[in-house]
């Protein structure tokens, strides 16, 4: 009996590795957000919400140089149903809806006997952008990206990406582009392009097609620069020239200094963007420029799932932001502000995200953080806007005021 069981043992043993020889470890990691909402806008009224999101992202990896990874959302607004099927569903009484969001999964692979990595499928894909973040794009999308290092300080990557595909009628948008980045001990420069095949029938503005707003062939130039000339002191400075087809074409600059404390880290930002001139031209063009966020209602800046970018975004705008983050008085607890003056550079003021010359507001931020437990977090974002709008559709807007009240956990 006894050399039975010995042998059943070893049998297992062998099935049990060979088992673990073939399979793949799994990894998940994601978070949940639950919050209230509130916003006031003079000219829209007031919105009150209670929200929700769920992500959870699961990798799959075979080895070091081959994995998998889905990644998959799950928003609700307390009370709202949205037909039952689509983002946002599953919120009214009952629970019930089909709402579950793909917004990332593809594979990850070295090339054989290479130090090239790609990665293929609807992935994260950034461009480069110092000071805070990408005007141009920073999004998922549906790509096809491969990055390898020419040596210890310089590394390449090429992209292919397709944001917009309705049918077979032209109405492809294709996306072509390469980014190099450079370290160069005190200074880190990363130049990058990008070109946009759009079909003759590419329609811009559309629900599913996000932020785009070109419809034509389109073409950027930029560089990102890091310089840190002495401790503690960061230094940064974006630069990036636009132009879609047949329009003129447009840029943005922007440069932040912040200086690290024991205590805080204060910063400013300045940027200043091109606008449209009397023939509606002059406005750089972008895939999704609300990753440039000065300010929580300029760009995408709240924290968390609570309303943002309310005035737009930053193109098309010039403005200067006093900004501290980090700052601790009692442990546990972390605070950010931040003042920022904003002006508009388009000639005409069309509506409260497209301001004119003579439109200008100034907002201040404040976001704090309570670091419960080391994976939970309690977090209030705060924003009051006082606006000096001129004619224009947003001329009644007096000013705006949100707050957002949130849990995180993060595992």
Not at 7 to 23: D, E, V, Y
Not at 126 to 139: N, R, T, Y
Not at 230 to 250: C, E, F, Q, R, W
Request: net charge negative; charged share 20%.
């Amino acid at each position: 009996m006894k050399r039975i069981i010995t042998l059943a043992l070893a049998a297992c043993m062998i099935f049990g590795a060979a088992f673990n020889a073939s399979a793949a470890d799994i990894k998940a990691s994601g978070g949940f957000w639950v919050g209230y909402d509130y916003v006031n806008t003079d000219n829209t009224g007031k919105t009150n919400d209670f929200i929700q999101r769920f992500r959870a992202q699961i990798d799959i990896i075979a080895s070091e140089n081959l994995s998998g990874t889905v990644f998959f959302e799950i928003n609700n607004t307390w009370g709202q149903a949205n037909g039952k099927v689509g983002p946002g569903s599953g919120g009214a009484l009952g629970a019930d809806g089909v709402n579950v969001q793909t917004r990332r999964a593809y594979i990850d692979f070295v090339i054989p006997q290479t130090a090239v990595k790609v990665r293929a499928g609807i992935q994260g894909l950034a461009l480069p952008g110092a000071v805070l973040g990408s005007p141009v794009l920073a999004d998922d999308v549906a790509a096809i990206v491969a990055s390898g290092a020419i040596n210890p300080n310089i590394s390449l990557t090429g992209f292919f990406a397709r944001p917009y595909d309705a049918d077979e009628s032209q109405t492809t948008i294709d996306l072509f582009g390469g980014i190099v980045n450079a370290d160069l001990g005190m200074v880190n420069v990363s130049p990058y392009f990008v070109f946009a095949n759009a079909g003759d029938k590419a329609q811009k503005g559309s629900s599913n097609q996000g932020d785009l707003t070109f419809n034509e062939d389109a073409q950027w130039y930029g560089v990102a620069f890091e310089v840190t000339p002495m401790p503690n002191l960061i230094l940064s400075l974006d630069g990036v020239y636009g132009k879609a087809s047949g329009t003129d074409a447009g840029f943005l600059v922007a440069g932040k200094a912040a200086y690290t404390t024991d205590h805080f880290v204060p910063a400013i930002v300045g940027w200043y963007a091109s606008g449209n001139d009397s023939d509606g031209e002059g406005l750089m063009p972008t895939i999704d420029g609300q990753d440039f966020a000065p300010a929580t209602l300029v760009g995408e800046g709240a924290t968390g799932i609570t309303s943002d970018a309310i005035f737009g975004d930053a193109l098309g705008k010039w403005g200067v932001s006093l900004q501290a983050d980090e700052i601790t008085f009692i442990e546990r607890v972390s605070h950010t502000v931040r003042v920022t003056y904003v002006r508009g550079t388009n000639d005409d003021s069309k509506d409260i995200k497209n301001w004119g010359e003579d439109d200008s507001a100034v907002e201040f931020d404040l976001v704090t953080t309570y670091s419960m437990y080391d994976n939970l977090d309690f977090i209030v974002d705060l924003a009051y806007v006082a606006t000096d709008f001129d004619d224009g559709a947003a001329e009644d807007v007096d000013d705006v005021f949100k707050a957002g009240i949130l849990a995180q956990y993060s595992f």
